[in-house]
C-alpha cells in the first residue's frame, strides 16, 4: 500500500510558478510509476503528465507541454510538478498518483490532492 502526500499547491499570479511535492510512504517507490492529474471545478480529473519509474521519459498532455516539468527523486521517494506560464486555466485540484504497472490504464494510488488556484 502506497500513500501519497502533496504539497506545494496555493495562491499565484497569471504568468507566475509554482512547485509542487509528492512525498510516496509505505512501497518501493521507484517500482512505480507516477502521476500528476489536476481537477478544474466542475470538470473531470485529467492526466497532466507522467513519469516513467527512471525518471528519463515523461508524457506531456499538450495543454502543458513546454509550460510544467514532472521529475522524480527516487532516493527521496519524490515526485515533483515544476509550473510555469500559469494561466487561470491551469486552476485546480492536483493530484499525484502511482501505477505499478507501465501497462496498466488506471492508476492504483492516489494522494488527497492540493490546491493551484491562478489569478488574474
Known amino acids: 500500500q502506497v500513500q501519497l502526500v502533496e504539497s506545494g499547491g496555493g495562491l499565484v499570479q497569471v504568468g507566475g510558478s509554482l512547485r509542487l511535492s509528492c512525498a510516496a510512504s509505505?512501497?518501493?517507490?521507484?517500482?512505480?510509476?507516477m502521476g500528476w492529474f489536476r481537477q478544474a471545478p466542475g470538470k473531470e480529473r485529467k492526466c497532466a503528465g507522467i513519469?516513467?519509474?527512471?525518471?528519463?521519459?515523461?508524457y506531456y498532455v499538450d495543454s502543458v507541454k513546454g509550460r510544467f516539468t514532472i521529475s522524480r527523486d527516487n532516493a527521496k521517494n519524490t515526485v515533483y510538478l515544476q509550473m510555469s506560464s500559469l494561466t487561470p486555466e491551469d486552476t485546480a485540484v492536483y493530484y499525484c498518483a502511482a501505477k505499478k504497472s507501465v501497462y496498466a490504464k488506471e492508476f492504483d494510488y492516489w494522494g488527497q490532492g492540493t490546491q493551484v488556484t491562478v489569478s488574474s
Open positions: 513519469i516513467n519509474l527512471s525518471g528519463d521519459s515523461t
Open positions: 509505505g512501497g518501493s517507490f521507484s517500482t512505480y510509476v
